[in-house]
């Protein structure tokens, strides 16, 4: 999965824009002039939703995204566009239809429970020279795009006509379209690459009662064949995902908790995406969008997922290797910005990691006890030499970088070639740096950075120097 760093694909969307939009208060009385509460409004919260949340999830793991779609001229229409820019998503291909209501649904929370929802929104078709400037615009754009998705939300914008001249342009092109498909009848999407329905609307769409395995193969090979489709696939919730090309495999969830399943549909197809038009194949693609999605089921409210928080999550259900804990200078600095937004704690320490023993092991354990996330600064080769003399380190940076890496303690590792990780620590900006014992009363390169100086008392008799020096000895039962 680190191969996905850096990675841009172009990701090309078209469908139902729209804003949730969502009031905060406390209740504490009933209203004099109706049996109801009375909330009062203590702040207010607008997100994109429904398309917009597909390119929420889009830009958070990196991708460029152009969109096309129809909002109204109204107020909403300004404060949709003014959002889709907060993103640096162009709003220029949106087309204006007049006497068309912009989709906004606003919520009021109450005490953390929604009380009521109220939408303004238009949901008849939109019309022909709407279409046509949509397919002008799409022939515009498709041969840049890597991958094509359509957000179906029953809004009006997927009209039957259009969705199949788009696919059949799409198609032209060998460009892939994922449809997140609405309604019961899927013919409309024909020709795609593959749909995303969950068990529920699967059900409703092909007619077949899913209750097995059997019964999933078989409204599973339906939706494929009815709707011409490269794979067929089913959201199952916490079962997973089925795919279907010459067999049915069912990749199973891998969300630790789940607090929250809203837009997690958004993110399966989002990350879907991403991953093929990054040259993955669709098993491949399908455990990566499992794992995003598993990310944001543990998010309250409609959320996203970063590669950071992705690749740091499938570390931690140990489906990681270690090579993906090893960051380079430039890695380093945006995640370690990544994680204290995201409001952890991050400790940093350094040193040589020769040959690794348990006093090591038990210092990097401490250091990851004052925080949420231990870096540690490891010296290349060069600079060991300088410090220790021509004949150290004995074990090359890599190897020392990979062995380190695969220790519980250790979350990240990032090597060094100054003498010192002056420089490294003011990129990083811990809160916590970890430095030896024997630096008690010493000035410790860096602590004019991190808001605190640990010092950690090394264990006795425990060194690389003396392990070497029983090498040479020839302590064999020492050593062992």
Not at 30 to 49: C, M, W, Y
Not at 206 to 229: G, P, R
Not at 260 to 287: N, P
Not at 408 to 418: G, I, P, Q, T, W
Request: glycine fraction near 6%.
């Amino acid at each position: 999965m680190i191969e996905l760093k850096n990675k841009h694909p172009k990701v090309l969307v078209v469908g139902d824009l729209m804003i949730d939009h969502y009031l905060w208060g406390k209740c504490e009385r009933i209203s004099p002039e109706a049996p109801v509460q009375v909330v009062a409004i203590e702040k207010e919260t607008a997100v994109l939703g429904g398309a917009g949340n597909v390119i929420n999830n889009l830009y958070t793991l990196g991708a460029k995204i152009s969109v096309l779609s129809v909002i109204g001229d109204d107020i909403n229409a300004k404060e949709l566009k003014e959002m889709l820019a907060k993103i640096d998503v162009n709003s220029k291909n949106l087309i204006v239809e007049e006497g068309r209501n912009t989709s906004k649904k606003s919520r009021i929370i109450a005490s953390q429970q929604q009380v009521v929802r109220y939408d303004k929104e238009s949901t008849d078709d939109i019309s022909k020279a709407s279409q046509l400037k949509i397919i002008k615009n799409f022939k515009e754009h498709i041969k840049s795009s890597d991958i094509v998705i359509f957000s179906d939300y029953g809004k009006g914008v997927l009209t039957t006509e259009l969705t199949q001249n788009l696919i059949e342009i799409a198609n032209a092109n060998n460009k892939k379209v994922l449809v997140d498909p609405k309604g019961k009848d899927y013919t409309k999407y024909s020709g795609a690459y593959l749909l995303t329905p969950n068990k529920k609307e699967a059900i409703e769409a092909s007619k077949v009662n899913i209750k097995d395995e059997a019964t999933l193969l078989e409204a599973i090979t339906k939706l494929k064949n009815d709707c011409s489709l490269d794979i067929g696939l089913i959201t199952l919730s916490e079962d997973g995902i089925a795919i279907y090309d010459n067999e049915l495999r069912v990749h199973p969830t891998v969300a630790r908790e789940v607090y929250d399943v809203t837009g997690a549909g958004d993110t399966v197809i989002a990350s879907l995406a991403f991953a093929l038009s990054c040259g993955y194949e669709i098993d491949k693609a399908v455990k990566f969008s499992n794992l995003s999605a598993g990310v944001v089921v543990g998010k309250i409210g409609s959320a996203t997922a970063t590669l950071n928080e992705i690749i740091e999550y499938e570390s931690s259900l140990n489906k990681s290797t270690s090579d993906s804990h090893i960051k380079s200078f430039e890695e380093i600095t945006l995640l370690s910005q990544e994680l204290k937004k995201r409001g952890k704690r991050v400790v940093f320490t350094n040193g040589c990691f020769d040959i690794l023993h348990v006093g090591h092991v038990k210092y990097l354990e401490e250091a990851k006890s004052y925080g949420d996330v231990l870096i540690l600064g490891l010296n290349s080769d060069e600079s060991v030499s300088r410090l220790k003399g021509p004949t150290r380190p004995v074990n090359t940076e890599d190897d020392r970088a990979y062995i380190l890496a695969s220790l519980e303690a250790v979350d990240y590792v990032v090597k060094f070639y100054d003498d010192t990780p002056y420089e490294l620590i003011k990129a990083i900006k811990p809160h916590i740096l970890v430095k030896g014992g024997d630096y008690e009363g010493k000035e410790v390169v860096g602590q004019d950075i991190v808001d605190e100086l640990r010092l950690v008392n090394f264990v006795e008799g425990k060194s690389t120097t003396k392990t070497i020096e029983r090498i040479k000895d020839g302590d064999k039962n020492n050593y062992c």
